[in-house]
């Protein structure tokens, strides 16, 4: 079966912002959840298409879902593709980072 | 901080102020730890994230904390807002680049001028009318008081006097109340236990059924007995039935005339003054900026759709336009009065002092039922109260002077009604 094309804004779901990935923003390093079927190239793509920036390397994984439970119900967390992007020297993502 | 003063309109005073990269910074940070003490984010431990963070999350929403801030910052460098008529009012502010500008308007009291009371006139009934239909009263409700009662055989009629057994019980046959009452069968009293029981006799019983509140009650009279009441003749023997120190009933007149002369001294003061009052409104000139009433009108038709009430006075006044006209005429006169009274208090050196309040307390402790010692003590201890009382003191004070002033024209009672009807009708056609 021929798959679509994905668009830019297909691949990147969400960036993800917490203290970690703030702290890992100084070193030009950002995370985002990814489309699951998105290889290297597209993301790289993408970040450069979406935030016009210049992509170093793309660190891409696949987050295992983890057991959850509340009260009776067991459940688990899904299943998730992280990417970590790093920007060339010289470039910041003003929209996730807007005081450097 | 660059302050500019962009734009002045009578007691109104707009502000621009331009606030450099260091100072925006600081507010930014002020905003981004207020927001860490009160809000949580996913990822984050409490407390612990970035102003860019929040820049990010919140995006205008969080220039307007920081604006908050920048305006606070503003207020502290005014030094003269001691006589702000109404809040500062923050009409823009923005953030732009590393700079940021806020525009504040600040709303003062108004200046005041005050007319001449030269040519004022007051009007007044003339005192020896009031007091002859005063002591033609009294007479009258005496002669009520103090009729003869017998009792008499046959139908109860109106004017007589009746004993009467009361029961009053629910729907469901429980008394509320079993009690014996002595009252007059005045003409012109609906009520079902006097308009019922004329043409009774004795032994006769009424029955009804009344509604209070949703319930029904029961009411059961027994006319037990019927008295015929003589209305004594005025002369000397009545003044003395009425009271041990009349000898004459001439006596009892001129009593009676002292007694009315107070209560007319008292009430025609009270109605010179709200003629003083009336004129001083209507004379006093504010400079007050349309903007400062626009500003007021504002937050009371917020106020109102706060409450719920706006549909209603929407309706009442016919358009939110026609209630914000009544709105505006409201606090105009309200500021007329306020300012007018404190401007001629100040030009006539009128003050009100603790000894003031302190007699004035010992008055209204009669008036609250309590001991002058304990009134003196509210008055100086609550902050309203003594405020409420100054203002009251203030008013009545200027006013007086006022009516000191003025011209007082005694008139008939015919011709004061149609004096002060007269100016009534022209104030309908007027609006």
Same mark, same amino acid.
Request: zero cysteines; hydrophobic letters at 35%; glycine letters at 6%.
């Given at each position: 079966?021929?798959?679509?094309?994905?668009?830019?804004?297909?691949?990147?779901?969400?960036?993800?912002?917490? /203290?970690?990935?703030?702290?890992?923003?100084?070193?030009?390093?950002?995370?985002?959840?990814?489309?699951?079927?998105?290889?290297?190239?597209?993301?790289?793509?993408?970040?450069?298409?979406?935030?016009?920036?210049?992509? /170093?390397?793309?660190?891409?994984?696949?987050?295992?879902?983890?057991?959850?439970?509340?009260?009776?119900?067991?459940?688990?967390?899904?299943?998730?593709?992280?990417?970590?992007?790093?920007?060339?020297?010289?470039?910041?993502?003003? /929209?996730?980072?807007?005081?450097? | 901080?660059?302050?500019?003063?962009?734009?002045?309109?009578?007691?109104?005073?707009?502000?621009? &102020?331009?606030? +450099?990269?260091?100072?925006?910074?600081?507010?930014?940070?002020?905003?981004?730890?207020?927001?860490?003490?009160?809000?949580?984010?996913?990822?984050?431990?409490?407390?612990?994230?970035?102003?860019?963070?929040?820049?990010?999350? !919140?995006?205008?929403?969080?220039?307007?904390?920081?604006? #908050? *801030?920048?305006?606070?910052? $503003?207020?502290?460098?005014?030094?003269?807002? #001691?006589?702000?008529?109404?809040?500062?009012?923050?009409?823009?502010?923005?953030?732009?680049?590393?700079?940021?500008?806020?525009?504040?308007?600040?709303?003062?009291?108004?200046?005041?001028?005050?007319?001449?009371?030269?040519?004022?006139?007051?009007?007044?009934?003339?005192?020896?009318?009031? !007091?002859?239909?005063?002591?033609?009263?009294?007479?009258?409700? !005496?002669?009520?008081?103090?009729? =003869?009662?017998?009792?008499?055989?046959?139908?109860?009629?109106?004017?007589?006097?009746?004993?009467?057994?009361?029961?009053?019980?629910?729907?469901?046959?429980?008394?509320?109340?079993?009690?014996?009452?002595?009252?007059?069968?005045?003409? +012109?009293?609906?009520?079902?236990?006097?308009?019922?029981?004329?043409?009774?006799?004795?032994? #006769?019983?009424?029955?009804? +059924?009344?509604? *209070?509140?949703?319930?029904?009650?029961?009411?059961?009279?027994?006319?037990?007995?019927? &008295?015929?009441?003589?209305?004594?003749?005025?002369?000397?023997?009545? $003044?003395?039935?009425?009271?041990?120190?009349?000898?004459? =009933?001439?006596?009892?007149?001129?009593?009676?005339?002292?007694?009315?002369?107070?209560? &007319?001294?008292?009430?025609?003061?009270?109605? !010179?003054?709200?003629?003083?009052?009336?004129?001083?409104?209507?004379?006093?000139?504010?400079?007050?900026?349309?903007?400062?009433?626009?500003?007021?009108?504002?937050?009371?038709? $917020?106020?109102?759709?706060?409450?719920?009430?706006?549909?209603?006075?929407?309706?009442? *006044?016919?358009?939110?336009?026609? @209630?914000?006209?009544? @709105?505006?005429? *409201?606090?105009?006169?309200?500021?007329?009065?306020?300012?007018?009274?404190?401007?001629?208090?100040?030009?006539?050196?009128?003050?009100?002092?603790?000894?003031?309040?302190?007699?004035?307390?010992?008055?209204?402790?009669?008036?609250?039922?309590?001991?002058?010692?304990?009134?003196?003590?509210?008055?100086?201890?609550?902050?309203?109260?003594?405020?409420?009382?100054?203002?009251? =003191?203030?008013?009545?004070?200027?006013? +007086?002077? =006022?009516?000191?002033? $003025?011209?007082?024209?005694?008139?008939?009672?015919?011709?004061?009604?149609?004096?002060?009807?007269?100016?009534?009708?022209?104030?309908?056609?007027?609006?």
């Amino acid at each position: 079966m021929r798959q679509e094309k994905l668009t830019p804004y297909d691949i990147i779901v969400r960036p993800i912002l917490t /203290e970690k990935t703030h702290r890992m923003m100084n070193e030009r390093k950002y995370v985002f959840e990814v489309n699951p079927l998105a290889n290297k190239g597209q993301i790289r793509e993408a970040v450069e298409k979406i935030f016009n920036v210049k992509v /170093e390397k793309v660190n891409v994984m696949n987050v295992k879902p983890k057991p959850k439970r509340r009260g009776i119900y067991t459940g688990r967390t899904r299943r998730w593709k992280k990417a970590i992007v790093t920007l060339k020297e010289g470039y910041v993502i003003k /929209e996730l980072m807007p005081e450097i | 901080m660059k302050r500019v003063e962009v734009e002045k309109d009578k007691n109104m005073t707009v502000v621009e &102020y331009e606030f +450099d990269p260091k100072e925006v910074e600081i507010a930014e940070s002020r905003a981004a730890r207020y927001l860490n003490d009160r809000i949580e984010l996913p990822g984050f431990r409490k407390g612990r994230i970035p102003k860019s963070v929040w820049k990010v999350r !919140l995006g205008q929403e969080f220039n307007e904390y920081v604006i #908050d *801030y920048l305006a606070q910052d $503003a207020l502290k460098e005014e030094k003269d807002l #001691d006589n702000l008529l109404i809040r500062p009012v923050l009409v823009d502010g923005k953030v732009e680049g590393e700079k940021a500008f806020v525009k504040m308007e600040y709303h003062f009291e108004p200046e005041v001028k005050l007319p001449e009371p030269e040519g004022l006139e007051l009007k007044a009934v003339r005192k020896d009318e009031v !007091l002859d239909k005063y002591v033609e009263r009294r007479l009258e409700d !005496l002669r009520e008081e103090h009729a =003869l009662v017998e009792p008499k055989e046959g139908q109860a009629e109106y004017g007589d006097m009746v004993k009467v057994r009361m029961i009053v019980s629910t729907e469901d046959g429980k008394i509320l109340r079993d009690e014996e009452y002595e009252y007059v069968l005045v003409q +012109d009293d609906d009520r079902p236990f006097v308009k019922d029981l004329v043409g009774k006799k004795k032994g #006769d019983v009424v029955e009804f +059924d009344r509604e *209070y509140e949703g319930k029904k009650f029961h009411y059961r009279v027994e006319l037990l007995e019927v &008295y015929s009441r003589t209305l004594h003749e005025l002369d000397d023997e009545f $003044a003395k039935m009425v009271g041990n120190e009349f000898e004459t =009933l001439e006596q009892l007149k001129e009593h009676l005339k002292e007694e009315g002369s107070g209560i &007319y001294d008292r009430e025609m003061r009270e109605v !010179l003054r709200d003629q003083a009052l009336a004129w001083l409104v209507e004379n006093t000139e504010l400079d007050i900026s349309k903007k400062t009433l626009e500003r007021l009108v504002d937050s009371a038709i $917020a106020n109102l759709k706060e409450k719920g009430s706006y549909d209603a006075y929407v309706e009442k *006044y016919g358009g939110e336009e026609k @209630l914000r006209e009544v @709105l505006e005429g *409201y606090y105009l006169e309200q500021f007329k009065e306020e300012f007018g009274i404190k401007a001629l208090a100040e030009k006539e050196g009128i003050q009100i002092k603790d000894e003031d309040l302190e007699k004035e307390a010992e008055e209204l402790s009669k008036l609250w039922g309590i001991s002058p010692e304990r009134a003196k003590v509210l008055v100086k201890s609550k902050e309203d109260i003594r405020r409420d009382l100054e203002w009251v =003191l203030l008013k009545r004070r200027v006013l +007086d002077s =006022l009516i000191d002033k $003025a011209k007082v024209v005694e008139l008939s009672e015919e011709e004061y009604k149609k004096a002060m009807g007269g100016e009534e009708e022209n104030e309908e056609k007027q609006q």
